[in-house]
């Protein structure tokens, strides 16, 4: 049995379809993508809104959330490393989780059986 793993990736919206191309390559195909607010290092810059300045601290990220069993996360983290590094303060996060079980909600299929496609 294969340990299952949450890996949830916070980067620029400007690198997402590269990136889905690149996880399916490495045959992850399955994901939830979010668009999400956040900061880090880059504490915001000052913008005018309406003739008012304005302290922008929230910048715009996606976040892909996948789940894998077959595929090793140190691979994943490799992909998402080569796609989504420019060199800049930005370039986002990986977080990776155990995860103690995955249900199939329309099948009751269990660990293992509920991501991964057994009918290919």
């Known amino acids: 049995m294969c340990t299952i ?22 045959e992850v195909t399955g994901m939830t993508v979010s668009n999400v607010y ?7 810059h000052k913008e005018v809104y309406r003739g008012t300045a304005v302290e922008v601290t929230l910048h715009p990220k996606v976040k ?12 994943v983290i490799e992909v998402v490393k080569q796609v989504c590094c420019t060199g800049h303060i930005g370039d986002g996060k990986i977080f ?6 995955a249900v199939k909600i329309r099948t009751g299929e ?8 057994n009918h290919i």
Do not use: F, Q
């Open 110 to 117: 269990e660990g293992r059986d509920a991501i991964v496609d």
């Open 5 to 26: 793993h949450k890996i949830e990736i916070i980067t620029r919206p400007e690198k997402l379809e590269d990136l889905k191309e690149a996880l399916n390559k490495i």
């Open 64 to 75: 892909v959330e996948i789940v894998v069993c077959e595929v090793p996360p140190a691979s």
């Open 38 to 44: 956040g900061c880090g290092l880059s504490k915001g």
């Open 96 to 101: 990776v989780y155990k995860v103690e079980n």
